[in-house]
Nanobody, 125 residues
Framework: QVQLVESGGGLVQAGGSLRLSCAAS????????MGWFRQAPGKEREFVAA????????YYGKFVKGRFTISRDNAMNTVYLQMSSLKPEDTAVYYC??????????????????WGQGTQVTVSS
């Protein structure tokens, strides 16, 4: 059983940056593709970014437009999401998730089997 704990969220002004971390425990995630999703109040959960287990392949939601970077440190069993040029519309709870076995990368919630509890990101205008 893998547990994921996100951290690094908070309040930031528009144009600012944050780095989210997702620390895994229970077993290694080095063989798992990982992803980030977000959910704003009153909206459905939305795909943000994903990374293959080797770190060699990444994929981003269309709204990211070069502002976010997903990375991983398998030795630390941690995945990161570096966010810059933040906008008020980026305000949401951000969730880290682990991909189901056999999948290289995923953009749909159903492709992920375990989730963290989320970290709040609030961007003020």
């Amino acid at each position: 059983q893998v547990q994921l704990v996100e951290s690094g969220g908070g309040l930031v002004q528009a144009g600012g940056s944050l780095r989210l971390s997702c620390a895994a425990s229970g077993r290694s995630i080095s063989n798992s593709g990982m992803g980030w999703f977000r959910q704003a109040p009153g909206k459905e959960r939305e795909f943000v970014a994903a990374i293959k287990r080797s770190g060699g392949g990444t994929y981003y939601g269309k709204f990211v437009k070069g502002r976010f970077t997903i990375s991983r440190d398998n030795a630390m069993n941690t995945v990161y999401l570096q966010m810059s040029s933040l906008k008020p519309e980026d305000t949401a709870v951000y969730y880290c998730a682990g991909l189901r076995p056999g999948l290289q990368i995923g953009v749909d919630e159903d492709e992920y089997e375990y989730w963290g509890q989320g970290t709040q990101v609030t961007v003020s205008s």
